[in-house]
């Protein structure tokens, strides 16, 4: 049973950092590409940050360039996302992705979700 369990959401203040985690099961952890998406209210869920299956290369939209840091653990089935400075337009629930093409068709999962509020 496939499961991406998202944790370390939580209300922070602005300016603050927050370390996301995502402990995965179910799928071989180091043939999927990892991303983090997240979604505001009332706005469509927006790609944050990639990191491909050996963890050498990154990807990040511009608003977290430079304050977040995808990383992935492959021993440990897990993949982070460290986030600082954080903004209260960052508030959103965050989702871990996991996607592969090395199978046909393409496999595409994802976790619940984890709440982080920017609020002073």
């Known amino acids: 049973q496939v499961q991406l369990v998202e944790s370390g959401g939580g209300l922070v203040q602005p300016g603050g950092s927050l370390r996301l985690s995502c402990a995965t099961s179910?799928?071989?952890?180091?043939?999927?590409?990892m991303s983090w998406y997240r979604q505001a209210p009332g706005k469509e869920r927006e790609l944050v940050a990639t990191?491909?299956?050996?963890?050498?290369?990154?990807n990040y939209a511009d608003s977290v360039k430079g304050r977040s840091t995808i990383s992935r653990d492959n021993a440990k089935n897990t993949v982070y996302l460290q986030m600082n400075s954080l903004k209260p337009e960052d508030t959103a629930v965050y989702y871990c992705?996991?996607?592969?093409?090395?199978?046909?068709?393409?496999?595409?999962?994802w976790g619940q979700g984890t709440q982080v509020t920017v609020s002073s």
């Open positions: 990191i491909n299956r050996a963890g050498g290369s990154t």
């Open positions: 179910g799928f071989i952890f180091s043939w999927y590409a």
């Open positions: 992705n996991a996607y592969s093409d090395l199978y046909r068709p393409d496999r595409n999962y």
